[in-house]
């Protein structure tokens, strides 16, 4: 019920949420396609074994990127696991990575695809309306707040 401060955008994007996804469907396709990496993975368990490492670090290593590039180049700590068991610098904490890959796994396997063919769905002239419109507004909250830093 309450407003909350989440960083560093000012509008309701989270960005590191949505290059997370985007990276794991461009490098590794989804748990039961496989594509990229594990493009030529076979078994459905194995594939989902090496998804589940890779939806691991690929949004560890975002974590850990974004959070160290703020702080070194802005002095700014977006978010801090320093009081969490086994963190790295603070920056990015095992226990939370181990969530974010089954979170990225179960959203890649039962949400990405269905939510792709709803996308598909809209018209090309309002897919280009949206896709504009949410560059605009992300690309001027994005230099905004690098204004005020």
Do not use: H
Not at 79 to 106: F, K, M
């Amino acid at each position: 019920g309450k407003l909350y401060d989440r960083g560093f955008m000012t509008l309701p994007f989270c960005p590191i949420y949505g290059l997370g996804v985007m990276s794991a469907y461009f490098l590794l396709g989804t748990p039961q396609q496989g594509k990229g990496i594990l493009k030529n993975v076979e078994g459905s368990y194995r594939r989902m074994a090496l998804y589940l490492i890779f939806a691991f670090l690929i949004p560890t290593l975002a974590e850990y990127a974004v959070g160290y590039v703020f702080d070194k180049a802005f002095s700014l700590r977006l978010w801090s696991y320093a009081g969490r068991p086994l963190n790295i610098n603070g920056y990015v904490c095992i226990p939370v990575s181990v969530v974010w890959s089954v979170a990225l796994t179960t959203v890649m396997r039962f949400v990405f695809l269905p939510l792709k063919r709803l996308v598909f769905r809209i018209s090309d002239k309002l897919s280009v309306i949206l896709a504009v419109t949410l560059f605009v507004a992300m690309a001027w909250d994005t230099v905004w707040n690098f204004t005020k830093l």
